[in-house]
């Protein structure tokens, strides 16, 4: 079935440090990627999405590339902040639209000033 | 434009008991999906609804149900409540079109003691 795996954390980096967060997947057909933050005691924010194979996406300073050849899609942004503490967690749709997210188990970045 | 709203906050009940938790969604959405989010795990996919009906499940039994209506806001019905449902339970509305994204509420967290 289809399913996401997550780098384990937690993840722990000082202010300004590169950061990056490794997501596979194993799905059938052409999911929609996504990367979805949730700080302390609240909900899901969607940080960024792809659609289709190549695409990247980008917000607040986080990338993640759709990587069809690997089945990857890794976070990365270039200089962390402390506000950028959260769990960050990779989701597929699995045929892209209005279905089920399929998510990882999620990883805890610190940032440390 | 207020996005996706959840009541109750928290909500405390016993074994055995029933609950039900509600979800308005986003303007101009016409689909609500509902996810469990155990401690430290990733949110697990409940249902969906869309037009009133249930139009896909994830893998729980019975004893969750749900219902949408004609304005679009959803229930997620719970009966015979275990332990193991003690979770933050999280609604998500999206638009039933192609590679749309689910933008989600800040969730119910549910205790069952």
């Known amino acids: 079935g289809d399913s996401v795996t997550q780098m384990e954390g937690p993840v722990t980096l000082s202010e300004e440090a590169f950061l990056t967060i490794n997501c596979t997947y194993t799905a059938t057909g052409y999911p929609s990627l996504f990367w979805y933050v949730q700080y302390p005691g609240e909900g899901l924010q969607l940080l960024l999405k792809a659609t289709k194979a190549d695409d990247k996406g980008s917000n607040k300073g986080f990338e993640a590339t759709y990587r069809k050849e690997t089945t990857s899609f890794h976070l990365e942004k270039g200089s962390v902040q402390v506000s950028d503490s959260a769990v960050y967690f990779c989701?597929?749709?699995?045929?892209?639209?209005?279905?089920?997210?399929?998510f990882g188990k999620g990883t805890k970045l610190t940032v440390n000033p | 434009d207020a996005g996706v709203t959840q009541s109750p906050t928290h909500l405390i009940k016993t074994r055995g008991q029933q609950v039900t938790l509600r979800c308005s969604p986003k303007?101009?959405?016409?689909?609500v999906s509902w996810y469990q989010q155990a401690l430290g795990q990733g949110p697990q996919f409940i249902f969906q609804?869309?037009?009133?009906?249930?139009?896909q499940r994830g893998n729980f039994p019975d004893r969750f149900s749900g219902h949408q209506f004609p304005n679009y806001s959803s229930e997620l019905n719970v009966n015979a409540l275990l332990l193991g449902d003690s979770a933050l339970y999280l609604c998500?509305?999206?638009?039933?079109?192609?590679?749309?994204?689910?933008?989600f509420g800040p969730g119910t967290r549910l205790t069952v003691l």
């Open positions: 303007s101009g959405h016409d689909t």
């Open positions: 998500a509305s999206s638009s039933d079109s192609y590679t749309d994204t689910q933008y």
């Open positions: 609804y869309y037009e009133e009906e249930e139009r």
């Open positions: 989701a597929l749709t699995p045929q892209g639209g209005s279905e089920k997210l399929v």
